[in-house]
C-alpha cells in the first residue's frame, strides 16, 4: 500500500486518539468536588464586571467633558456605595447623611443642567 492509503488510518487513529483525551480530560474536571467550579464562575463572573465596567468607564470619559463627568462620577460612585451598604448590609442612614445624598443628586442635577 502507497503513503496515500495510510493518510485516511492516521487521520482515524489521531481523531481516536484525541477522542480519548477529551474523555480523560472531561472525567478529570468533573470528578472533584465542585467548591473549584464555583469559584472558578465566580471570578470569572467578577472578571467580567470589571471589564465591562472599566469599559463603560472609558466610553463615559470618551463622550462627555473631563470636568463635568469626574463629579458627577465621584458623586455616583458615593451614592451607590451608600444605598448598597443599605441593601446589602443593613446599614443605618441618619438625618444627616440622608441630606449629604440629596446634596449629592442635586449636584449632579446642576453640573448636569
Do not use: H, R, W
Amino acid at each position: 500500500m502507497n503513503e496515500e492509503g495510510n493518510i485516511p488510518l492516521l487521520v482515524d487513529a489521531l481523531y481516536k486518539v484525541l477522542e480519548q483525551y477529551f474523555q480523560f480530560a472531561l472525567s478529570g474536571i468533573t470528578s472533584f468536588s465542585i467548591k473549584p467550579v464555583q469559584f472558578s464562575a465566580k471570578m470569572g463572573t467578577f472578571i467580567a464586571m470589571l471589564l465591562f465596567g472599566y469599559g463603560l468607564y472609558a466610553l463615559i470619559l470618551k463622550s462627555f467633558e473631563l470636568s463635568k463627568i469626574s463629579p458627577i462620577m465621584t458623586i455616583g460612585t458615593l451614592i451607590l456605595v451608600v444605598g448598597s451598604s443599605v441593601i446589602l448590609l443593613n446599614e443605618v442612614i441618619t438625618l444627616k447623611q440622608s441630606i449629604g445624598i440629596l446634596l449629592g443628586i442635586s449636584s449632579i442635577i446642576l453640573i448636569l443642567g
